[in-house]
T-cell receptor
Framework: AQSVAQPEDQVNVAEGNPLTVKCTYS??????LFWYVQYPNRGLQFLLK??????LVKGSYGFEAEFNKSQTSFHLKKPSALVSDSALYFC??????????????FGSGTRLQVQP | NAGVTQTPKFRVLKTGQSMTLLCAQD?????MYWYRQDPGMGLRLIHY???????AKGEVPDGYNVSRLKKQNFLLGLESAAPSQTSVYFC??????????????FGEGSRLTVL
C-alpha cells in the first residue's frame, strides 16, 4: 500500500533562516509526490509536485523540494523562511499503477511555525 | 473563479440525525473526492468518483454514502450521525487530462460537530 510519513509534528524556525519539512514514502514503483499547504480555516493549496526528471522541483512561494530515490524522501525546503509561511504542510503520494482510485494518500501533516 | 465550493461550512448535529454535504466544482473535472481531516491523522479518503454516475469507497467509507448524479456535484451523506464523525470534511477535484500527474483542487472545508 502506498503511504507517506512526516516524522515531525512541528517544525520551528526563525524568520530568515532556511527551513526543511521532511517527508518519506513507501517503496513501490515510481511515485508521484506532492506538497500542499493549509492555512488556518482554509482548504489545502497545491505547492509543488515531482513526476519525473530533475530531482529538484520548484514551486509556489519560493518553496522547493528534492526527490531522493535512494532515501525514498521528498523533503520540502525554502532558503529563507517568512512569518507568513507558518501553516500546516502535507506531503502526498500517488502511484502510477494505482489506476483504481487515482487518489492521493496524505501524510499526517507538519505544522511549521516561523518566529519573527 | 469559484473552483470547488462546499456547503454548508459549519453544521452541528445530534447523534442519529442525517445530513448531506454538497460539493460543487466548475472546472469540468472528472474526478472528485471526499476526505476527512482529523488532528494528527492527516486527510483520509472517504469516497471518490471517477466520473458522473460512478462512486467508490476509499479508506474510511463506513457511515457515509455518496452520489454523483451530475458531473459538477458530489454529495456526501451521513444517514445516522455519530460523534466519531465529528471532523472537518474536504472535497477535492481533479482533471484526468494529465494521466494522473495532476494536482487536486480543494474546497474550503465543512466543519461538522456531532453531539
Amino acid at each position: 500500500a502506498q503511504s507517506v510519513a512526516q516524522p515531525e509534528d512541528q517544525v520551528n524556525v526563525a524568520e530568515g533562516n532556511p527551513l526543511t519539512v521532511k517527508c518519506t514514502y513507501s517503496v513501490s514503483g515510481n511515485p508521484y509526490l506532492f506538497w500542499y499547504v493549509q492555512y488556518p480555516n482554509r482548504g489545502l493549496q497545491f505547492l509543488l509536485k515531482y513526476i519525473t526528471g530533475d530531482n529538484l522541483v520548484k514551486g509556489s512561494y519560493g518553496f522547493e523540494a528534492e526527490f531522493n530515490k535512494s532515501q525514498t524522501s521528498f523533503h520540502l525546503k525554502k532558503p529563507s523562511a517568512l512569518v507568513s509561511d507558518s501553516a500546516l504542510y502535507f506531503c502526498a503520494v500517488r502511484y502510477p499503477l494505482d489506476t483504481g482510485r487515482r487518489a492521493l494518500t496524505f501524510g499526517s501533516g507538519t505544522r511549521l511555525q516561523v518566529q519573527p | 473563479n469559484a473552483g470547488v465550493t462546499q456547503t454548508p461550512k459549519f453544521r452541528v448535529l445530534k447523534t442519529g440525525q442525517s445530513m448531506t454535504l454538497l460539493c460543487a466544482q466548475d472546472m469540468n473535472h472528472e474526478y472528485m473526492y471526499w476526505y476527512r481531516q482529523d488532528p494528527g491523522m492527516g486527510l483520509r479518503l472517504i469516497h471518490y468518483s471517477v466520473g458522473e454516475g460512478t462512486t467508490a469507497k476509499g479508506e474510511v467509507p463506513d457511515g457515509y454514502n455518496v452520489s454523483r448524479l451530475k458531473k459538477q456535484n458530489f454529495l456526501l451523506g451521513l444517514e445516522s450521525a455519530a460523534p466519531s464523525q465529528t471532523s472537518v470534511y474536504f472535497c477535492a477535484s481533479r482533471s484526468n487530462r494529465d494521466r494522473d500527474t495532476g494536482e487536486l483542487f480543494f474546497g474550503e472545508g465543512s466543519r461538522l460537530t456531532v453531539l
